[in-house]
Structure formats: C-alpha cells, structure tokens
C-alpha cells in the first residue's frame, strides 16, 4: 500500500538541470522492512521523512539514475532520501534512506552533484 507523504517541489529541477514532473511522493509499507534490512540506524528517521522533504539542507541528482533526486537533511547524521519516478510515471517514491558521512556530502558538493537548497 502506498501513502502521499507530500508533493514534489519543482524548484528542485532548476538547480539540478532535471525535469521531474510535479507529482505525490509516495511511501510503501514496505520502506520500513527495507531500511529495516539495509540501514537499520536509519529506521527512526522514517518519522521525518515529511520534513526532510519539504525543508532539505542539500538536494542532489544521481545521474545513473535520470528520473530521481536525493534530499539530505543533517540532524545526528547526514540523512539522505532517495526518490524516484515509478515506471508507469504517476507518482515519485521514496526508494531509501540512509546515512551519509560528512566527507562524503562535502565530496558531492565540490562536484555539485548536490546542492544546497535554498
């Protein structure tokens, strides 16, 4: 089952040179068993999600993956959430969430991959 956390905001296009279309971001049920598996430390930072999309410190693109974004709020850790477009193209969802470290954000925003937003 899929849930609207929020909608996309399209002044994240410009700054990355993307066109992703203004549509819901969606969550599974399914989103909690899988960083559950894969990144555990991160379980607790599902109850954010809404305000890490609607108020990231950097938003980024990952260009292997052209119909995505990644949002990065830093709270205890450098929280990034992944977001893609479902194949069928109606709605974004939220694909991951896990940590970063700081050398690795800084890396990204000397090569502009991420910005910071706002």
Do not use: W
Not at 44 to 69: C, F, Q, R, W
Request: glycine share 4%; charged share 25%.
């Amino acid at each position: 089952m899929l849930n609207q956390i929020c909608v996309y905001d399209p002044r994240c296009n410009r700054p990355l040179s993307i066109s992703l279309p203004i549509l819901p971001i969606m969550v599974s049920n399914g989103l909690s068993v899988h960083v559950g598996k894969r990144h555990p430390g991160c379980v607790k930072y599902i109850n954010d999600l809404k305000m890490i999309l609607t108020s990231p410190d950097y938003i980024g693109h990952n260009a292997k993956e052209p119909d995505s974004v990644e949002y990065v709020k830093v709270m205890d850790k450098n929280v990034l959430v992944a977001v893609k477009l479902d194949t069928r193209k109606r709605y974004l969802y939220v694909a991951s969430i896990y940590d970063i470290s700081s050398a690795k954000l800084q890396k990204r925003l000397a090569s502009g991959r991420f910005v910071k937003f706002r």
